[in-house]
């Protein structure tokens, strides 16, 4: 057996997570696993719980695009990272999980059982 992929996350306040990292086995890439991933932490996640944050470097395509398409948004400008990676910057993101929920509450019929639309 091997490792598919990993997601580190911490709690940073009452309302706050953090998402320390995120990897998925170079074999196993664009197959849609970061994305259910993230899925798996939304909803296990306290209902206290109003915003994840987390930093990606600025170059990281795959994983901004990853982040984007799941509702983050980017917080502050980049910032360099003068002594651990000199000449590299990394951008805030942050996803407001209460937009997030009324987004999927639109998705669901009156029983709140099944999507009705998928935008
Ligand atoms: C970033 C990473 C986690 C994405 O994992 P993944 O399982 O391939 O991502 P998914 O298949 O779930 O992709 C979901 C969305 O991310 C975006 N995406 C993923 N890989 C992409 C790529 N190579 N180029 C552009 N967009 C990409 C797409 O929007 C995709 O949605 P779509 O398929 O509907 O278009 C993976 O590439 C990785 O482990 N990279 C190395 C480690 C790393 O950089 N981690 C992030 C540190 S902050």
Redesign the pocket.
């Given at each position: 057996m091997s490792l598919l992929?990993l997601i580190p996350y911490a709690k940073q306040s009452g309302t706050e997570h953090f998402i320390e990292?995120?990897?998925?086995a170079p074999e196993?890439?664009?197959?849609?696993?970061?994305?259910?991933m993230l899925d798996y932490v939304f909803d296990h996640l306290d209902d206290g719980i109003e915003r994840i944050y987390?930093?990606?470097l600025t170059g990281?395509?795959?994983?901004i695009?990853?982040y984007k398409?799941v509702g983050f948004v980017d917080d502050e400008l980049p910032q360099p990272l003068l002594e651990a990676k000199p000449g590299f910057y990394e951008q805030k993101m942050l996803l407001d999980l209460k937009q997030l929920r009324v987004r999927r509450y639109e998705h669901l019929d009156l029983e709140g059982n099944f999507p009705v639309a998928v935008r």
């Amino acid at each position: 057996m091997s490792l598919l992929g990993l997601i580190p996350y911490a709690k940073q306040s009452g309302t706050e997570h953090f998402i320390e990292y995120m990897w998925v086995a170079p074999e196993r890439r664009k197959a849609g696993v970061a994305k259910k991933m993230l899925d798996y932490v939304f909803d296990h996640l306290d209902d206290g719980i109003e915003r994840i944050y987390l930093y990606v470097l600025t170059g990281n395509n795959p994983a901004i695009c990853l982040y984007k398409r799941v509702g983050f948004v980017d917080d502050e400008l980049p910032q360099p990272l003068l002594e651990a990676k000199p000449g590299f910057y990394e951008q805030k993101m942050l996803l407001d999980l209460k937009q997030l929920r009324v987004r999927r509450y639109e998705h669901l019929d009156l029983e709140g059982n099944f999507p009705v639309a998928v935008r």
